[in-house]
Each structure stands twice: as C-alpha cells, then as structure tokens.
C-alpha cells in the first residue's frame, strides 16, 4: 500500500461485521484491506474476557447465515455461546476465508481525513507495540469498530493511586486472573458485572460489589441443548434465518402479540412465571407486546420481577437495594443473568448501595465511600462504554473542509439510515447510531449492513461513479425519524447509555433505531431500489496531474 496506489477500500475492524465487509468487498471484486487494533480477530469477542461473558442472543443463530456448510458443522453445545466459543467461531471464519492476510492487526486507527480534491481518504495508523505511524488511502471507508468498544472509564479522584490490580470488563487481559483468596471490588451493575459477579463471587475471599442504580435482571436459563433440538434446527435453518431477518429484533421468534393491560392479574402472573423459567429475553418480548410502551404494563412486569428479588434474596435490606425503582423495565438493555439476586445471599459477597453511600475516593489500598474505606486486592471497573458515537469519534474523523466528526455530531449524531453522513462521503458505518443494531441480535443487522453497503458501492462501479453522500435532507428527516419512533416508547424515560446519558456531557437523544430489523431492512432495500434516494452519487472524481495520466476514475493510469 501507498499513496500512489490507493485502495478501492478500507475496513476498520476484524469483528463480525469487519470480517463480513473484507470478504464481501474482496470477493466484488474490489481492493481492500482492514485494519483491527488487536492482535487477531474477534472484535468484541477478543476483548471482552472477564469472568462469565457471554452472548445474551442463542447459539443457534449468533453466526453468519452465509456459511451453510459451517452452519451444520459447528457444533451446537451451549444455549448461550460463552466469550472463547464465539471467538473460535470468528478464528475458523477469518482461516476458512482466509481474511487474516487483508488485515494489519494491532494497528490503532488514529485519524481519517478526507482529501476532497483526490476523492480519497487518509487513514494515520499507529502500531500498538512498536508506535511505528503508517498510513493509507482509500477511495471507500467502512467503520466495522463496533458499538460497544470504547471503555468508559468514570475518574474517581485518586484512581491512580490504587496499589492492586484495576481491570476493565471490555479490555480484560489475555491471561487468565486468578481471583483466589483476593478481596475483589466490582463496580457496575449492567450487563457484564451482572454476569461477571456469580462467577467472580465463587473464586474470590470476597467480593464487594459497588452499585450506583440497581437493574432489572431475568434468567438466562442456560445449559446444555438437546441433540433433537439441535437436529431441528439444523433441518430448518434457511427459514430460522429468514424469520430473523424479517423480525423486529433479529431473532427468529414471533413476539407477543397480547397486551398486559387486558390480562387479568392471575394471567399476568401465568405468562411472566412461565418466561422467567423459559430464559432469556422470552420475558420481555414473548410475555406482552406492551411492557416497553405502556407504563401500566411496564409496572407489571417490573413488580413481577421486584417479587423475585423478594422470594430469592434472603437479607431484606439487601434484596431492597438490589430492587429498580429507577427506570422502566425494558428501557436500559436486559440483563440475562446465571444466579445473579442468588450470589448475594453468599458469605462472601456485600453490596454497596453508591446512591446511600457515593465513592468518595480510590485509595492505595481500596475505595472509600462516605460510609467508610472497603480494602481491596483488586477492582474490577464493569463501568460500560461510550456507546456507538465514542468508537467512532475515537477515529479522528474528519470529512470535508476538514470538519471534524466530533464537531459534526456537537448536538448529537445525524446519520441516514446509520449507515453515512452527510460532509463525509464515500464513508460508511455498520451497525452506526440511526442504525437498529444494539436493539437487535447483532450478526442479522450486520449482514444486512454488509450487503447493503457492498450493493451500493457495485452499483456506484457499474454507473461510473464514485463520490457517495447521504444529504443533508435526508440525514435530518432519519434522525427526526429515530426520535420520533423512540418517543413512542418508554425508552426516553431511561438514562440509559441507549440515551447518552452514562457519559458526562454526552447530548442526550436516542442513539439506535427502534422501529425494528425487519422494518429498517425494507426501508433500506427501498431506498437502494429507488436509486439511493436520499444520497447523491456523483463522480468520476478526476484529478487531472497535468500530463493528463490519470483514469476516468481519477487513479493513476
Ligand atoms: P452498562 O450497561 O453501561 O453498565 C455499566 C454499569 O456501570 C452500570 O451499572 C452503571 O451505573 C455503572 N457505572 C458507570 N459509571 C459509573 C460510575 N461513575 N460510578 C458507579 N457506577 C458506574 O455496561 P455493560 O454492563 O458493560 O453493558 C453494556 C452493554 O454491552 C449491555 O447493555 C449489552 O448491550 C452489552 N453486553 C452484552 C452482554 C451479553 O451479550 N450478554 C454482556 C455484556 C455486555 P448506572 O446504571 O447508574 O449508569
């Protein structure tokens, strides 16, 4: 690679949807090559180690739909994939491929910049061991660094003092950590410490978990699946999948259709009994279709779930702290847990309630709340991410008249259809915000994303042309469009890092698109079959070099 000889594209990331979007542009035909921050391939699936990760969507269908003969082999063990699973998965898919050789891995991406007079983008990358810089242009830029992948780390004065080990759920080290006989601290109670804390509790001398607003959490109900399970899925998988692409989640279930407004108590009671024994998110989506719409039906599921709390935790103060009183169930993402409410009735395990008792300070030997100092070997930051704008902002965007991203989005993203943004042509965004990825099961708002983006640039090569922007137009009718559709809803009600709201300072709107997979996928297949409305496509982009050497296309002849 070099600077005379710029790439068609560039992919940054090695994830799901990275290897998908390298393989998809490579086999159309198109130069490409990716760039992955880690040493290998997995995305979130190489970073997130900790103790008990796990996917929250089934084995069954996390994984490519494009690979029909992996399809039936893989073997089908767990409900739920645990972290080293999927990231063998991803492994076999980038050797089977044979992707690993379109990538430079360990390379961070630290800026992207837009030449508006040769078309092409400049992307800066440092090497994370050896901070050699490099760099490469490109005439395409496709985002693939995933929603959930910057770290939020809260600055709790004296931080830097603490003498024992500090660790983060999403950049958890690649050696195993030895919690034995340790004093652990784990601070955030989202998703990863809700998986993270049954599993640390049973290693470690004791566990103190720190929590600022307590979650709804169900069960996940894991365990091994039945070989005539397995059996009918691998008959049916081409429809299972189609039914994913076609639902409002990703997941191949119907949803509820029934109101808890018009069941009556005894009903109510039936339904979220049999889908707190089901398992994962049976309870949200298959009991009422409007438990996240109506705050009636909302407070029903709520209680069921406050009854639980009740009936599993045995100290009475502890099962009060632990109850959400703060939000709508449904509105922040629904934890699946293994024995979460169950580790708090451990010996071992004390819970913090931080709105009673806020840290104060991190010191050398542990934090210190107003109620007094807990010491510590080790603490566990669970504290989540600065969701979907953060990994892209990281990125050092700037498009044209060299306008920042950061800048661009002050008041909040604007995107069409989460996919690009107008003032930065020719880049696009999988599973951006505006886009209905972290709302659903990950791979099937990919693959759509993907595909819709490896059209676009196919159709853009047959019509000769090669500048393509979302307007501004149609980026400002989106994003009112994701408002609108969130407001419907209960989600705004939530501060949530769905809302921004995690994140000191960050605007606060709804970041993904509610109105569902199936929907979001017509709409874009609409937009692609009216001849990309709502994006201009211009071009041949010509840089004439004076001696009149260069292709319609503006690359070197
Ligand atoms: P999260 O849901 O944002 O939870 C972060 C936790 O840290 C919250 O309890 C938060 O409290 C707390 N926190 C943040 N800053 C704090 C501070 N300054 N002081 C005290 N507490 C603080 O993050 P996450 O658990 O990593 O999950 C993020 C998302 O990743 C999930 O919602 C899910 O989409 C995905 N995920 C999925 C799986 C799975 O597939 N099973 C597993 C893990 C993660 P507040 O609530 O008060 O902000």
Redo the contacts with the bound molecule.
Sequence with gaps: MSEAEPLDAVVIGAGFAGLYMVYRLREQGFSVHGFERADGVGGTWYW?RYPG????SEIMYYSFSFLPDLEQEWPLTERYPAQPEILRYLETVASLLDLRKEFTFGAEVTAIEYDEAAGLWTLRTVDRKTGAGGTATARYVVTAVGC?STA?R?RFPGAGAFAGASLH??DWPREPVDFTGKRVAV???????I?AIPVIAAQAAHLTV????A?FSVPAENGPLNEDMVALWRANYPEWRRRARHSPTGFPYVPSINLAADASEAERNRTYEAAWGTGGFTFLFGSFADIVVDEAANKTAADFVRGKIDEIVCDPDTAEMLKPRDFPIGT??LP?DTHYYETFNRPNVTLVD?KRTP?EEITATGIRTSAGQHDLDMIVY????DALTGPLEALGIRGRGGLPLKDAWREGPRTYLGLAMPGFPNLFTITGPGSPS?LSNMPVSIEQHVEWIGDCLSVARERGTDVIEATEAAASAWTDHVQEVASVTLHPKA?S?YMGA?IPGKPRLFLPYIGGVGLYRDHCAAVAASGYEGFTMSGPHREDDGDGNRSADGRAA
């Design positions: 997130n990760a796990r996917c929250d959930l939020n809260p759920t999403g601070i955030g109670t989202g998703s990863s410490g998986q720190f929590q600022r607003t979650q922040k993402r699946l931080l840290i669970a504290t989540g991410y972290v501060a890092w995690n």
